[in-house]
Nanobody, 113 residues
């Protein structure tokens, strides 16, 4: 399984970005899939997650970010609105299988004026 995250970039406070994650390989049996982020000097943290048909969000993104995916689970997205400087981080997509987790290479989101 290979994951690749796209479309990070520089955005002004209050702006929006839509991240994409492309999954290739054998993704049959994926259990959970989601987005994490890691800010400079901080631990990696959960942003949003699909668990079955339900979506779970970190408190700090509720109402601002929306996770979505296609039916085949080969694409996953993170719509990020009302971005703030504290959202600056490398964002990673993750697919979790019974056999283990797979991570994309990360895409940098910088929120700055």
């Amino acid at each position: 399984v290979q994951l690749q995250a796209f479309w990070g970039g520089l955005v002004q406070p209050g702006g929006s970005l839509r991240l994409s994650c492309a999954a290739s390989g054998s993704i049959f049996g994926v259990r959970t899939l989601g987005w994490y982020r890691q800010a400079p000097g901080k631990e990696r943290e959960l942003v949003a997650l699909f668990q079955g048909s339900s979506q779970n969000y970190a408190d700090f993104v509720k109402g601002r970010f929306t996770i979505s995916r296609n039916y085949q689970k080969t694409r996953m997205y993170l719509q990020m609105n009302t971005l703030a400087p504290e959202d600056t981080a490398v964002y990673y997509c993750m697919y979790n299988f019974e056999s283990g987790q797979y991570w994309g290479q990360g895409t940098l989101v910088t929120v700055s004026s």
